[in-house]
């Protein structure tokens, strides 16, 4: 069942890492418009451009590292990476539903898509890796 379970945080996490990239190209994709693109991604109040490449490249690199974790040989150094990645994606996802982050993220579509979208999927991911880090890795 690990396997599956890496597999399919594999393939997610580089699909969004892919994204990430794309952005750092400046390829804004799937929305055409900046604007829209950032309102939709990033949701800060008032925002009106995308974060810097290098931003989101390092976004992308860290996503593509993520999604190459649980195929690490087992050890102490995958243990506490998955501990990392497991408590950092859930807490991602747990953030969605906070008034304080709701608050500093307000932009539509974000805000809807955050609570409707990203959060359940950052949860998914860190109930994955909290998977794999209870049943361990094969």
Known sequence: MSTVISTALCVVLLVISALHALWAARIWWPIRDEVALARAVVGQHGITQMPSATACAAVAAA??????????????????????????????????????????????????????????????????????LLGGVE
């Open 63 to 132: 996503l593509c590292a993520a999604a190459f974790w649980p195929f690490l040989p087992s050890g102490l150094l995958q243990t506490l990476g998955l501990l990392a990645l497991t408590a950092v994606f859930l807490g991602r996802g747990a953030v969605a539903y906070a008034p304080f982050w709701q608050a500093r993220v307000p932009e539509e579509p974000f805000a809807t898509n955050d609570r409707r979208l990203y959060g359940p999927l950052c949860l998914a991911i860190g109930v994955g890796f909290g998977a794999l």
